[in-house]
């Protein structure tokens, strides 16, 4: 079995101190693609912990963003929604911080977007200390 391919669209905080520690140390069970963001400088500081491409997001397609298996949607709550339409025409797995929307009609339209298997929400704070424990 290969290992899948995760790509993260969003370098800030939660990123930097909880996604980036925890996926450094599960190398072997996933690989980080690339990490994305409109602060390009952030975007290369994570990808060159996680030992992968940086992404611009300033004016540029989503469309050349590169093809993974998973994406990590960790930006804004109020500008994901483009990246939920190109990943859910990808057919590409999302998992998204939370919230994943901020209305009822959003979270209907996820639901339309991606039903009930292709999509997940992080709906608790893992640490490094704790997955280095674990």
Do not use: W
Request: charged share 20%.
């Amino acid at each position: 079995m290969s290992i899948p391919t995760l790509g993260i669209v969003g370098a800030g905080d939660i990123v930097r101190g909880v996604h980036v520690p925890v996926l450094a140390a599960m190398r072997q069970k996933v690989r980080v693609a690339y990490v994305a963001d409109v602060n390009e400088r952030a975007a290369r500081t994570s990808a060159k912990l996680l030992r992968c491409a940086a992404e611009s997001l300033n004016g540029t397609g989503l469309q050349r963003l590169p093809e993974t298996d998973l994406v990590l949607i960790a930006i804004p709550v109020g500008v994901r929604g483009p990246y939920y339409r190109e990943f859910a025409e990808r057919g590409t797995l999302v998992v998204a911080e939370k919230p994943p929307a901020t209305s009822s009609a959003e979270l209907v339209e996820l639901g339309r977007l991606f039903g009930t298997h292709r999509m997940a929400v992080f709906l608790q704070r893992r640490t490094y200390l704790s997955t280095l424990l674990v």
